[in-house]
Structure formats: C-alpha cells, structure tokens
C-alpha cells in the first residue's frame, strides 16, 4: 500500500492498494462517473446529501472537478476516484475534506461504492491506501469519520481498518434532506504507526 507521486502536482497522485488504486478525478471520467452513480443511486441515496437536479450532467461534474482541484491547491481538501487495479474499471470515490491545519492537523474521510462493487473488500482496501498520504505526506495527526447507525457495511470498513469509535452525535448531518444520527470515527497518526502502518 505505498503511495506513489508521478509530478510534484497532486493531479499527478496515485495509491496504491491491494486490489484498488486510487488517483483524482479528471474531466475524462465523467462519462465513467455518471454511469456509475447513476445505476448505484438507489443504493447511495439513503447514505448521501440530497442529489441536485443537474447531479450527474457533465457541467455539474466540471464544476465538482474544478472545485477538487482548488481545494487541493489550497490543501483544504483532497477528492480520488478507486478503480480496479485489474481491468481499471471505476468503482467509487474517497475524499478528505475539511482538512485543517494549526494546533489541529485532522481531515474528515468520506467515500462511497458503486453497487455492483459492494461486498468485494474494495472500500476497506481503499481506506488503507489513504492512510500514509493522510499520515505521512499530508503529515496530518487525525482522520475523522461519520456513519449512520444503520450503514452496517460502512462501519465494519472502519472498524476492520482500525479506526476507534467515539460516541453518537445527534442529527449530525442532513442526509437525503434529513438530519440523522452519526456514529463518530477516528484514527490518530501514532495508533497507525503501533498498528504496523496497516500491516
């Protein structure tokens, strides 16, 4: 699971996982892109903010691209796609968002899967090929995450990763235009570094 940089431009980042690679978007994806959320929306919407009426259309997904690439500019936030190390086939997207520096060095990690990858240990092998950028290249002491109660499959990603629960926040995050309870995530960058940097 190393992390691998063809440029010094984070457009240039690939990770590498076990079974998954994970690079940012690009404008050629669109066509990928939609495909994918759109045959897996009845399985995403439970789990997402409302989708925008114009969601899947290409200027939407410009305007998202453009907004990736700004937030990594001014290192805010970083947004991949993970395809399948065989064949290349997109599977889903991660992000790390809401990165902060100063006293407290910690991004919150958000991702999803496309319905015909669920069960396949994609997102868990995902999740680990993030782990050194976030804690070695982004030398950030914190990752956070938040999942419904009710997410079941995306909470044993994070408890098979290593993340640490922390407790419920109560109507957390407005999902599908309703607030909802989240179960509170988080690793810490010295239990990577005991846990064997995800050995």
């Given at each position: 699971m190393a992390?691998?940089?063809?440029?010094?431009?984070?457009?240039?980042?690939?990770l590498q996982g076990r079974c998954v690679y994970l690079r940012p978007l690009q404008l050629g994806d669109y066509a990928?892109?939609?495909?994918?959320?759109?045959?897996?929306?009845?399985?995403?919407v439970p789990w997402e903010p409302a989708w925008s009426m114009d969601d899947l259309t290409k200027a939407s997904f410009r305007r998202?691209?453009?907004?990736?690439?700004?937030?990594?500019?001014?290192?805010?936030?970083?947004?991949?796609?993970?395809?399948?190390?065989?064949?290349?086939r997109l599977v889903g997207g991660l992000t790390?968002?809401?990165l902060k520096r100063g006293v407290t060095q910690s991004a919150t990690l958000g991702y999803w899967l496309g319905a015909p990858y669920v069960g396949r240990g994609y997102m868990s092998d995902a999740v680990r090929a993030i782990l050194p950028y976030t804690f070695e290249t982004l030398s950030l002491h914190r990752i956070e995450a938040s999942v419904q109660p009710t997410n079941e499959a995306s909470l044993r990603v994070l408890d098979r990763v290593g993340f640490r629960r922390e407790g419920m926040a109560r109507g957390y995050l407005k999902i599908n235009g309703q607030w909802q309870?989240?179960?509170?995530?988080?690793?810490?960058?010295?239990e990577w570094i005991i846990a064997g940097r995800g050995a």
């Open positions: 992390f691998l940089r063809a440029g010094s431009a984070h457009d240039a980042l690939i990928a892109w939609a495909e994918l959320r759109s045959q897996s929306r009845a399985h995403l998202r691209v453009r907004h990736y690439q700004k937030e990594a500019l001014d290192d805010l936030g970083y947004a991949l796609l993970i395809f399948e190390t065989e064949g290349a790390l968002s809401h309870d989240h179960v509170l995530f988080a690793m810490l960058a010295d």
